[in-house]
């Protein structure tokens, strides 16, 4: 019994499960199978039809039809769009290139006057030669579908300034000209000129144009002219010349030295004898490092020189604070003395045995930038004091390396302190001691020439006046130049080695808007000597 009830469950299961399979089947709405959509892809002068499900995207058909695009190419419509039977996609391939285009600058040509020519007649040679300068200019060209369609200017750099061309234009003489002392010799453009006797009696010494102006020295006797010029070796920064300018022609020779920035100047007395200091090219900026060393040499005027690299007068040395740049040196009138100059105080070295004792320690001028302050120095007459510009630290300055305050200083060599001449002279002061001058009570005497920085708290960036005063810092003339001009650039300027024979009076040889004016030193009165507006430097023996 218990068997036949068993059966009779199980097969009214299977009965339940087929009834509810059928009601289940019959409930259901029929399924379709879904139509796909075909469109066509333009692309590289191609066809390629795809077939698609409704609703896909134009990216989903380039991705059927295996087509890479890059991230310049154009495609219509967008990869975005959704897609209908029968559309058509179509591919615009864009390409683009850069060319570097090379365009010439034109040069000017600029006018310089000299009183050398006829007024206003042009010296057809030029003086400087023009050149073109050299532009790159850089675009950016696309091309679709092989098709150049837009050139675009994308830089635009200058890789060669052109350099203009000098000619000279004759212009009235701008003085009425008188008889001077000894030689002066003046750097025009490069080259060597000399004064001698009067201001109209000039001849040039050394032609080319090459002279840098770092040294720029004549002897003595005014026989001779220490320079130097530019060196044709990419290496070397220049080279050490002297030129016989007593011979006709002038006899030039080369001191086979390189690489004098700060110093070279003759022996005291001599005509055949050099001392100068040396420094390292660089590629960064300055452009060197100072050696700080000193050397002597000797040459004669048949071309021989003498060796002297193994023996030093002072050997290479870090030079102090700031050493990198490099110190100067100045001879006492006698000769018998060296003193020397450098960012961080002055001193003497002893030339026999090179030892360097200082004298005034100075607070080092922090300039911020590439190069370093050395302060003017100069002896006086009598070789008993040293003149110079002292730093001094302002009252509450957070650093007193930057202080903008500097004073026209002395400081005797026998014995006794500092004394304090002209306070604010500015940081270019720059004095230079008179020859030895007969005082009216027939005492021998002497004065003192610098320049006074018109705004001295900028004085880094001033201009400047010419001003006298005696040796004591009494009775101070500010002579040139008059109230309401332009002032001076700094310069270390220069007196005359006798008094003018016509005014009777020392004068002071300087710089005024590149030329050189003659400046009565007691009575002011100035004199333009030349008007090319081109000069460098100076040298009156």
Same mark, same amino acid.
């Given at each position: 019994?218990?068997?036949?009830?068993?059966?009779?469950?199980?097969?009214?299961?299977? =009965?339940?499960?087929?009834?509810?399979?059928?009601?289940?089947?019959?409930?259901?709405? *029929?399924?379709?199978?879904?139509?796909?959509?075909?469109?066509?892809?333009? &692309? !590289?002068?191609?066809?390629?039809? #795809?077939?698609?499900?409704?609703?896909?995207? %134009?990216?989903?058909?380039?991705?059927?039809?295996?087509?890479?695009?890059?991230?310049?190419?154009?495609?219509?419509? /967008?990869?975005?769009?959704?897609?209908?039977?029968?559309?058509?996609?179509?591919?615009?391939?864009?390409?683009?290139?850069?060319?570097?285009?090379?365009?010439?600058?034109?040069?000017?040509?600029?006018?310089? *006057?000299?009183?050398?020519?006829?007024?206003?007649?042009?010296?057809?040679?030029?003086?400087?030669?023009?050149?073109?300068?050299?532009?790159?200019?850089?675009?950016?060209?696309?091309?679709?579908?092989?098709?150049? #369609?837009?050139?675009?200017?994308?830089?635009?750099?200058?890789?060669?300034?052109? %350099? /203009?061309?000098?000619?000279?234009? $004759?212009?009235?003489?701008?003085?009425?000209?008188?008889?001077?002392?000894?030689?002066?010799?003046?750097?025009?453009? $490069?080259?060597?000129? @000399?004064?001698?006797?009067?201001?109209?009696?000039?001849?040039?010494?050394?032609?080319?144009?090459?002279?840098?102006?770092?040294?720029?020295?004549?002897?003595?006797?005014?026989?001779?002219?220490?320079?130097?010029?530019?060196?044709?070796?990419?290496?070397?920064?220049?080279?050490?010349?002297?030129?016989?300018?007593? &011979?006709?022609?002038?006899?030039?020779?080369?001191?086979?030295?390189?690489?004098?920035?700060?110093?070279?100047?003759? @022996?005291?007395?001599?005509?055949?004898?050099? #001392?100068?200091?040396?420094?390292?090219?660089?590629?960064?900026?300055?452009?060197?490092?100072?050696?700080?060393?000193? =050397?002597?040499?000797?040459?004669?005027?048949?071309?021989?020189?003498?060796?002297?690299?193994?023996?030093?007068?002072?050997?290479?040395?870090?030079?102090?604070?700031?050493?990198?740049? $490099?110190?100067?040196?100045?001879?006492? *009138? +006698?000769?018998?003395?060296?003193? =020397?100059?450098?960012?961080?105080?002055?001193?003497?070295?002893?030339?026999?045995?090179?030892?360097?004792?200082?004298?005034? +320690?100075?607070?080092?001028?922090?300039?911020?930038? !590439?190069?370093?302050?050395?302060?003017?120095?100069?002896?006086?007459?009598?070789?008993?004091?040293?003149?110079? #510009?002292?730093?001094?630290?302002?009252?509450?300055?957070?650093? &007193?390396?930057?202080?903008?305050?500097?004073?026209?200083?002395? %400081?005797?060599?026998? +014995?006794?302190?500092?004394?304090?001449?002209?306070?604010?002279?500015?940081?270019? $002061?720059?004095?230079?001691?008179?020859? %030895?001058?007969?005082?009216?009570?027939?005492?021998?005497?002497?004065?003192?020439?610098?320049?006074?920085?018109?705004?001295?708290?900028?004085?880094?960036?001033?201009? =400047?006046? @010419?001003?006298?005063?005696?040796?004591?810092?009494?009775?101070?003339? &500010? @002579?040139?130049?008059?109230?309401?001009? *332009?002032?001076? !650039?700094?310069?270390?300027?220069?007196?005359?080695?006798? /008094?003018?024979? +016509?005014?009777?009076?020392?004068?002071?040889?300087?710089?005024?808007?590149?030329?050189?004016?003659?400046? !009565?030193?007691?009575?002011?009165?100035?004199?333009?000597?030349?008007?090319?507006?081109?000069?460098?430097?100076?040298?009156?023996?």
């Amino acid at each position: 019994m218990i068997d036949e009830m068993r059966l009779y469950h199980q097969a009214l299961s299977i =009965y339940l499960v087929a009834l509810s399979v059928i009601l289940i089947t019959g409930c259901s709405a *029929p399924v379709a199978t879904q139509a796909e959509i075909s469109v066509d892809i333009k &692309a !590289d002068g191609q066809s390629f039809p #795809v077939d698609l499900l409704p609703g896909s995207s %134009v990216e989903q058909a380039l991705k059927a039809a295996n087509i890479t695009l890059t991230s310049l190419d154009k495609v219509d419509p /967008p990869l975005y769009s959704l897609v209908s039977d029968g559309n058509q996609i179509e591919i615009t391939r864009v390409t683009e290139e850069f060319t570097v285009e090379q365009e010439p600058i034109p040069f000017e040509q600029l006018r310089q *006057p000299t009183e050398f020519l006829p007024e206003g007649q042009l010296q057809l040679d030029p003086i400087q030669k023009g050149e073109p300068g050299v532009r790159e200019i850089t675009y950016q060209i696309l091309h679709e579908n092989g098709q150049e #369609v837009s050139k675009k200017q994308v830089k635009n750099i200058v890789v060669k300034e052109p %350099v /203009p061309q000098v000619v000279l234009v $004759g212009v009235l003489p701008l003085v009425s000209h008188f008889a001077i002392p000894g030689k002066l010799a003046y750097l025009f453009n $490069g080259e060597a000129w @000399l004064l001698e006797g009067r201001t109209d009696n000039r001849r040039v010494l050394i032609p080319g144009g090459d002279l840098d102006g770092r040294v720029f020295s004549l002897s003595s006797d005014g026989n001779w002219l220490l320079f130097t010029r530019r060196s044709e070796d990419p290496n070397q920064i220049n080279e050490l010349w002297v030129a016989d300018i007593s &011979a006709d022609p002038v006899k030039e020779l080369n001191l086979q030295v390189n690489n004098i920035v700060h110093f070279a100047d003759w @022996l005291p007395g001599s005509n055949s004898k050099i #001392v100068f200091s040396t420094v390292e090219p660089r590629s960064t900026a300055p452009g060197w490092q100072a050696n700080n060393d000193l =050397y002597a040499l000797s040459f004669s005027a048949s071309g021989w020189v003498s060796t002297w690299e193994e023996k030093p007068v002072l050997e290479p040395n870090s030079g102090g604070v700031y050493g990198w740049w $490099g110190m100067n040196f100045v001879w006492s *009138p +006698e000769g018998d003395q060296l003193a =020397y100059t450098r960012p961080d105080g002055i001193g003497l070295v002893d030339f026999d045995t090179g030892v360097m004792t200082s004298t005034l +320690e100075i607070l080092p001028l922090q300039t911020g930038e !590439d190069w370093a302050w050395v302060p003017g120095l100069s002896w006086g007459a009598d070789g008993n004091y040293l003149y110079t #510009v002292d730093h001094i630290p302002q009252e509450g300055s957070t650093s &007193a390396e930057e202080s903008p305050v500097f004073d026209l200083v002395a %400081v005797p060599l026998q +014995e006794g302190q500092m004394i304090g001449m002209v306070p604010q002279t500015g940081m270019f $002061g720059y004095p230079v001691a008179s020859p %030895v001058m007969q005082g009216i009570d027939g005492e021998n005497n002497y004065q003192i020439a610098y320049l006074q920085a018109i705004f001295p708290t900028q004085s880094k960036t001033s201009p =400047y006046k @010419l001003v006298v005063m005696d040796r004591d810092g009494s009775n101070p003339r &500010a @002579l040139f130049p008059s109230d309401g001009e *332009p002032g001076l !650039d700094p310069q270390q300027v220069v007196w005359s080695p006798n /008094p003018l024979e +016509e005014q009777g009076n020392y004068a002071v040889a300087v710089l005024n808007q590149g030329n050189l004016w003659l400046v !009565d030193a007691e009575t002011g009165e100035s004199h333009q000597i030349t008007g090319d507006g081109l000069i460098g430097k100076i040298s009156w023996r």
